[in-house]
């Protein structure tokens, strides 16, 4: 057993712990502003960097470039490259009038097709400034009736303007010009909430193809669900989540903030 001594040491080395957490006004500030960051990393790295599928190194590249996009696609799919070019262009306008970004700010966003690997999905990043599309389609109310790469222009067309857009904002903005794309990428990631990015882009999907996922019963069912049971979720566990029971993810709960709220 411990002695008297050894025990006042233990009291000792754990008050001074709690002095240290506890700090002064400026080191509480450091604390708060650090845990705040460490908070938001996973978001905003999520936005700017992807493990990103391995293709075959004896890949022929091409590319077609139009007057806002980069379309970058393996040698043998040219025909889909250039129905995107078509699509991306075809859509650009409305997205980008929706959100008001002045024309200045037109800047060729590069879009990577990739269809060697067997993922359905796609995303933007900001670092560099890029998007993948993988091109495989995937099965449920995905492909009920739209085409896989229809809803990849719309839904990730909406998040490169997204970006454009807030990087225009005041912080983002200086951090570009002194980091570049990763400054600009990284505060633009954190200036808005997850939710509101994929919420936003879903609700472009619903407004501009039949086939968008706010049109679709299954897409919102679970937020249903617990409406009409009286069990609508709170704001900090709609968007945090909750291991009690099971709630729609920040796809659903972001659409009906930004298109009914």
Do not use: C
């Not at 700090?23 to 708060?32: A, D, H, L, W």
């Not at 409305?94 to 024309?103: A, D, G, I, R």
Request: charged share 15%; aromatic share 16%.
């Amino acid at each position: 057993p411990q002695n008297s001594s050894d025990l006042a040491g233990i009291d000792t080395t754990i008050a001074s712990g709690y002095n240290i957490i506890g700090g002064t006004g400026m080191q509480k500030t450091i604390y708060f502003l650090l845990i705040l960051l460490f908070q938001f990393q996973s978001i905003a790295l999520s936005q700017l960097f992807f493990h990103r599928e391995n293709e075959p190194s004896n890949i022929k590249w091409r590319q077609i470039k139009t007057d806002h996009f980069l379309i970058v696609f393996s040698e043998g799919i040219e025909a889909k490259g250039q129905d995107i070019a078509n699509i991306m262009e075809f859509y650009y306008r409305k997205l980008k009038n929706s959100m008001s970004v002045p024309s200045h700010h037109d800047r060729r966003f590069k879009i990577l097709l990739s269809n060697a690997g067997v993922l359905s999905n796609g995303y933007v990043s900001y670092g560099p400034k890029m998007s993948e599309w993988y091109l495989t389609p995937p099965g449920g109310y995905f492909n009920a009736t739209n085409h896989w790469t229809d809803l990849l222009a719309i839904h990730e067309g909406r998040h490169m303007i997204q970006f454009e857009k807030i990087s225009q904002l005041g912080f983002p903005k200086w951090m570009g010009w002194l980091l570049g794309d990763i400054g600009r990428g990284f505060f633009s990631a954190i200036t808005a909430p997850n939710w509101f990015y994929e919420g936003d882009a879903v609700g472009m999907e619903t407004v501009f193809d039949p086939s968008g996922r706010g049109h679709h019963p299954s897409f919102y069912r679970e937020l249903r669900a617990l409406a009409l049971s009286g069990q609508f979720p709170k704001y900090h566990q709609a968007i945090l989540g909750s291991r009690a029971k099971k709630l729609p993810n920040h796809y659903v709960i972001g659409y009906f903030f930004t298109s009914f709220i």
